[in-house]
């Protein structure tokens, strides 16, 4: 599959809402607030920036401009029925940006929902449990193979035009769909529950995925965080792993023009997010081990923290997206199910470079 990159930009905003088409009695009914944030991701015409590196910023600002007119209103006074797809349909029919393919509205950090490049809506919502587990077949000395334990974190994406028309698909269904899980999985060994001897990430999201779907068909992923730097997507018949690491640099975006105080030296903490593909080892329950991928990405870790971008040999300039190509040239072989690189300067902003055959309802 050929080459793609995006630019994704995130902007918050607060607001009131009511959404009348709640039950009687739902909280959502009365008048609240939450602090919103919109995000985007683009995949943007070469001079579409005021100049080349300056995309990242220039989305930004983009997206600032559009949600501002949202910022500390009363939301029901700009739509009739102010959910979080609505906000998104809104924010994407305003937002003078070409190439987008995706935008998405988080109401919490534990839900959201997500326009496709189909314009199709995922909504998902994110839940938590605490369990022990330990990986019975890993090598002798590895660290999973010790019991030890998680706070996971899960999230149910579900796509809008696939659910039942008489029935939907909203936060409070996805929450009790998941209730009964929550129940067997919080405060338990995996282990000790049929099916999940082998509790790796990857087969904890196939066990969530077979007592779902079958209740939800408009299921379209199941997200595991293991921990806050890993976890794995999977969709019935693909898993996805990734795994993050956080570097802070110094850099000139030698690009910019002459009064630009990006010219200037500065720096970001930057996070990183490698995302692999993989057929799933059936003895070992996983497709890559967390633990190789943070291996194998050591040398060119070395290379980034606490160092001058500029400096990096081979890299043509230091914006999030020649960024996200240098890396692309270290680490694929080192690394070969690389499919996607997540790079951001701040939280939320920076680019995105995939190659793998990825479907357009993955999550930013």
Request: proline share 8%; hydrophobic share 40%.
């Amino acid at each position: 599959m050929s080459e793609r990159l995006f630019h994704v930009a995130a902007a918050p905003f607060e607001a009131a809402r009511r959404v009348a088409i709640l039950p009687d009695g739902h909280p959502c009914r009365r008048l609240h607030g939450h602090s919103f944030l919109a995000r985007v991701r683009a995949e943007l015409p070469a001079d579409w920036a005021p100049f080349p590196g300056g995309e990242t910023d220039a989305l930004t600002s983009a997206l600032s401009r559009c949600v501002a007119a949202l910022d500390y209103r009363d939301l029901n006074e700009q739509l009739p029925v102010p959910t979080d797809e609505n906000l998104a349909r809104w924010v994407r029919a305003g937002l003078d940006v070409p190439g987008i393919e995706s935008v998405g509205i988080q109401s919490t950090r534990h839900q959201g929902a997500d326009l496709d490049d189909q314009e199709q809506a995922h909504v998902w919502r994110r839940f938590r449990f605490e369990a022990a587990h330990q990986l019975p077949n890993v090598p002798e000395g590895h660290p999973c193979g010790r019991m030890h334990g998680h706070g996971f974190e899960v999230i149910l994406h579900a796509n809008q035009a696939l659910a039942d028309q008489d029935m939907g698909v909203d936060f409070d269904r996805l929450a009790a769909l998941w209730a009964p899980l929550h129940e067997v999985l919080h405060y338990r060994c995996l282990n000790d529950i049929p099916g999940l001897e082998i509790p790796t990430s990857e087969m904890l999201a196939a066990w969530l995925w077979h007592r779902i779907k079958p209740e939800l068909p408009a299921l379209s992923w199941v997200t595991v965080y293991e921990t806050l730097t890993a976890g794995c997507h999977y969709n019935g018949s693909q898993y996805r792993i990734w795994k993050e690491q956080r570097f802070e640099s110094a850099l000139r975006l030698l690009t910019a023009p002459a009064d630009d105080p990006r010219l200037q030296l500065h720096g970001h903490s930057y996070r990183v997010r490698l995302h692999l593909s993989a057929p799933l080892d059936e003895v070992l329950g996983w497709t890559v081990d967390y633990g190789d991928v943070k291996e194998a990405f050591k040398p060119i870790y070395q290379q980034l923290d606490h160092h001058l971008l500029n400096d990096l040999p081979q890299l043509s300039a230091a914006d999030p997206a020649s960024l996200a190509l240098w890396l692309r040239e270290q680490v694929a072989v080192l690394l070969p199910p690389l499919d996607r690189i997540d790079l951001q300067q701040t939280p939320g902003c920076g680019a995105v470079l995939c190659w793998g055959d990825e479907e357009p309802a993955l999550p930013i």
